[in-house]
């Protein structure tokens, strides 16, 4: 039977998601593809050995409606009468022990008359025997419009395998982390990863998370390097117990242990100049360490290497990529998109070396 879901990511990387998603979750097929968002068919439920990481949402879709200007009132009444949450035990298995019902307007939650909530509630314990938790669930039904056109129910899937649910600050979640590996390595064909501004270790994390999903993770061989001792410890303990990982205490800029033409792909998330103290803040500086940055990746890329970059300083970052041995991956084979993180409008820029 074709299980039906939703999945939801960083905004920008539709065209990605949509490639690679038979490589994420084998057997799935695309049917849509949103905004930020992917509909999708499976013949089977998602597992474990699924790569879900790169999403933030996935729903098993109960129900589904050609319009989003119903009222919610009217549909919850409707997925009440049609019984449609008793398909939630064909969804995942042990099911969620708790549940709470959300009702989202493109993006927003939005409140709903108390009566018909309340009986919706009802009828979900007595189809699934779930009890209703608002509080801490451990799962959630949510009834939600997308501005393309469509109305769904659903259930959220919670997601096993997805990586830290409260990252540190300024630590990338696992669902962009995991995009920008595939953004360098589509067919995961490269075996030498670098990220040489490796800071809490989501990349790193996400390249071991990715690989050792399909039982390759022996197969590859991630770098993580920084130049603060204090993070390199950090680093050294996280992965002490991935043969894979080998953390350097090394500066991006200059030479040090990686040799030329040995990396299959760098995936970074380099200072943006906000943060740091001293030598890196302002436009200036910025823009000599992006330049000796850019001048290092080069030389350590294979031909044919593929650099991922994710910066906030996007327009100092791109003047240098044009002035640096990438410019011509810049005009004619370059990949850049804006995305959110933590509320902050930064850009992913993909420049393989020619």
């Given at each position: 039977?074709?299980?039906?879901?939703?999945?939801?990511?960083?905004?920008?990387?539709?065209?990605?998601?949509?490639?690679?998603l038979p490589?994420?979750?084998?057997?799935?097929?695309?049917?849509?593809?949103?905004?930020?968002?992917?509909?999708?068919?499976?013949?089977?439920?998602?597992?474990?050995?699924?790569?879900?990481?790169?999403?933030?949402?996935?729903?098993?879709?109960?129900?589904?409606?050609?319009?989003?200007?119903?009222?919610?009132?009217?549909?919850?009444?409707?997925?009440?009468?049609?019984?449609?949450?008793?398909?939630?035990?064909?969804?995942?298995?042990?099911?969620?022990?708790?549940?709470?019902?959300?009702?989202?307007?493109?993006?927003?939650?939005?409140?709903?008359?108390?009566?018909?909530?309340?009986?919706?509630?009802?009828?979900?314990?007595?189809?699934?025997?779930?009890?209703?938790?608002?509080?801490?669930?451990?799962?959630?039904?949510?009834?939600?419009?997308?501005?393309?056109?469509?109305?769904?129910?659903?259930?959220?899937?919670?997601?096993?395998?997805?990586?830290?649910?409260?990252?540190?600050?300024?630590?990338?979640?696992?669902?962009?982390?995991?995009?920008?590996?595939?953004?360098?390595?589509?067919?995961?064909?490269?075996?030498?990863?670098?990220?040489?501004?490796?800071?809490?270790?989501?990349?790193?994390?996400?390249?071991?998370?990715?690989?050792?999903?399909?039982?390759?993770?022996?197969?590859?061989?991630?770098?993580?390097?920084?130049?603060?001792?204090?993070?390199?410890?950090?680093?050294?303990?996280?992965?002490?117990?991935?043969?894979?990982?080998?953390?350097?205490?090394?500066?991006?800029?200059?030479?040090?242990?990686?040799?030329?033409?040995?990396?299959?792909?760098?995936?970074?998330?380099?200072?943006?100049?906000?943060?740091?103290?001293?030598?890196?803040?302002?436009?200036?500086a910025l823009?000599?360490?992006?330049?000796?940055?850019?001048?290092?990746?080069?030389a350590v890329?294979?031909?044919?290497?593929?650099?991922?970059?994710?910066?906030?300083?996007?327009?100092?970052?791109?003047?240098?990529?044009?002035?640096?041995?990438?410019?011509?991956?810049?005009?004619?084979?370059?990949?850049?998109?804006?995305?959110?993180?933590?509320?902050?409008?930064?850009?992913?820029?993909?420049?393989?070396?020619?």
């Open positions: 039977m074709e299980l039906q879901y939703f999945a939801t990511f960083p905004a920008g990387f539709e065209c990605l998601v949509e490639g690679v490589a994420l979750i084998p057997g799935a097929r695309c049917e849509k593809r949103f905004g930020g968002a992917v509909l999708f068919t499976l013949d089977r439920k998602i597992g474990d050995a699924d790569t879900v990481s790169c999403f933030t949402n996935v729903f098993r879709i109960l129900g589904s409606w050609n319009s989003n200007t119903r009222d919610f009132s009217g549909l919850a009444k409707e997925v009440t009468r049609m019984r449609m949450a008793a398909q939630a035990k064909e969804c995942v298995n042990p099911l969620p022990a708790t549940f709470r019902l959300r009702f989202s307007r493109e993006n927003l939650f939005v409140p709903v008359d108390k009566e018909v909530s309340k009986k919706l509630e009802n009828q979900i314990q007595a189809d699934t025997g779930m009890a209703l938790d608002r509080l801490n669930p451990e799962s959630e039904f949510w009834l939600f419009t997308r501005s393309e056109g469509v109305t769904f129910f659903a259930l959220r899937i919670p997601l096993a395998n997805s990586g830290s649910a409260k990252p540190r600050r300024g630590e990338l979640k696992p669902e962009l982390a995991t995009l920008l590996v595939f953004l360098a390595s589509p067919d995961l064909s490269a075996r030498v990863f670098y990220d040489p501004c490796a800071g809490y270790g989501s990349i790193p994390a996400a390249v071991c998370r990715v690989y050792g999903a399909r039982g390759t993770g022996d197969s590859v061989t991630v770098i993580a390097g920084d130049i603060d001792q204090d993070v390199i410890s950090f680093l050294a303990e996280r992965f002490a117990r991935e043969p894979s990982v080998r953390v350097i205490n090394e500066d991006a800029t200059i030479p040090g242990s990686v040799p030329d033409d040995s990396v299959d792909a760098i995936v970074t998330d380099p200072p943006w100049g906000e943060w740091e103290e001293g030598s890196l803040r302002g436009e200036p823009s000599l360490f992006y330049s000796a940055f850019l001048q290092r990746a080069e890329l294979v031909p044919g290497g593929r650099l991922v970059v994710l910066s906030a300083a996007k327009e100092i970052f791109s003047r240098c990529a044009a002035a640096s041995a990438f410019a011509g991956s810049v005009a004619l084979s370059g990949f850049q998109t804006d995305v959110l993180v933590n509320g902050k409008k930064s850009a992913v820029f993909m420049l393989p070396k020619t």
